[in-house]
C-alpha cells in the first residue's frame, strides 16, 4: 500500500509542477522573452496535458481584472482530491 501511495504523491506532485512550470513559461512568453526551441516544444506539450483540466475552470471563472486565476484553482482542486484519495488508500 506503501508504494500504490507514493505513487499517488508523485503523480500529483508532477502534475502541480507541470502548472507551475505552464503559468511562469506564459508569463515570460507575455513579457516578450524569447525561448530557445525546445522550450516552446515544452510549452505546447505543457499545454495539452493541462488545458483539459484548466478549460473547464475559465468557463466557470473569468479572469478577475485581466487575471487568470484558473490555474491556482485547479492547484487547490488537485490538493483536495489528492488528500481524499490518501485517506481512501
Known amino acids: 500500500m506503501f508504494v500504490v501511495r507514493t505513487i499517488?504523491?508523485?503523480?500529483?506532485?508532477?502534475?502541480?509542477?507541470?502548472?507551475?512550470?505552464?503559468?511562469?513559461?506564459?508569463?515570460l512568453?507575455?513579457?516578450g522573452v524569447r525561448?530557445?526551441?525546445w522550450a516552446y516544444d515544452l510549452m505546447h506539450f505543457l499545454d495539452r496535458?493541462?488545458?483539459?483540466l484548466l478549460d473547464p475552470i475559465r468557463r466557470v471563472i473569468p479572469p478577475l481584472a485581466g487575471l487568470d486565476l484558473s490555474p491556482v484553482i485547479l492547484l487547490v482542486l488537485?490538493?483536495?482530491v489528492e488528500g481524499l484519495l490518501l485517506r481512501l488508500l
Open 8 to 27: 499517488v504523491v508523485l503523480l500529483f506532485d508532477l502534475y502541480s509542477l507541470a502548472v507551475l512550470l505552464h503559468v511562469l513559461g506564459s508569463w
Open 49 to 52: 496535458i493541462i488545458a483539459p
Open 35 to 37: 525561448f530557445p526551441l
Open 78 to 80: 488537485l490538493q483536495i
Open 29 to 31: 512568453l507575455a513579457a
